[in-house]
Nanobody
Framework: EVQLQASGGGLVQAGGSLRLSCAVS????????IGWFRQAPGEDREAVAC????????YYADSVKGRFTISSNNAKNTVDLQMNSLKPEDTAVYYC???????????????????WGQGTLVTVSS
C-alpha cells in the first residue's frame, strides 16, 4: 500500500526557513514522481516543486524558484522541501503526492498525482 506522510510545517517569520519532509512507503514502481503542492485559503491547490525519480529532473513554480529546493533522502525514504526566504504569501497547507506513472520530467498537474498525503500547515508571519 502506497503511503505518504507529510511533516515539518509550523509558524515562521518572514525571511525564515522551514524544511518539510514527506515519508514515502509502499512503492514498487520504477518510475514515479513526488510533488509538493500547496493550497492557500480561498485558492486552488498548486504545484510548488516536483521531483522525477526516473531521471532526477525537477519542476519549480516560478514563485519559489531560487528559494525552495526539493530533494530525496534515500536513507530515510523521504522527499524533502527546503524552504528559505519565506514570505507571507507562502502561507498554505502543503501536501506531498505521488505520480506512480511518471516518466521523465515531473508533472506539475494535480490530476496526474494518484496518491496524496495529509497536509501540513505552513504559516509565515510578516
Amino acid at each position: 500500500e502506497v503511503q505518504l506522510q507529510a511533516s515539518g510545517g509550523g509558524l515562521v517569520q518572514a525571511g525564515g526557513s522551514l524544511r518539510l519532509s514527506c515519508a514515502v512507503s509502499g512503492f514498487t514502481f520504477d518510475d514515479y514522481a513526488i510533488g509538493w503542492f500547496r493550497q492557500a485559503p480561498g485558492e486552488d491547490r498548486e504545484a510548488v516543486a516536483c521531483l522525477s525519480f526516473s531521471d532526477g529532473s525537477t519542476y519549480y513554480a516560478d514563485s519559489v524558484k531560487g528559494r525552495f529546493t526539493i530533494s530525496s533522502n534515500n536513507a530515510k525514504n523521504t522527499v524533502d522541501l527546503q524552504m528559505n526566504s519565506l514570505k507571507p504569501e507562502d502561507t498554505a497547507v502543503y501536501y506531498c503526492a505521488a505520480d506512480t506513472y511518471g516518466v521523465g520530467s515531473p508533472s506539475y498537474l494535480e490530476y496526474t498525482y494518484d496518491y496524496w498525503g495529509q497536509g501540513t500547515l505552513v504559516t509565515v508571519s510578516s
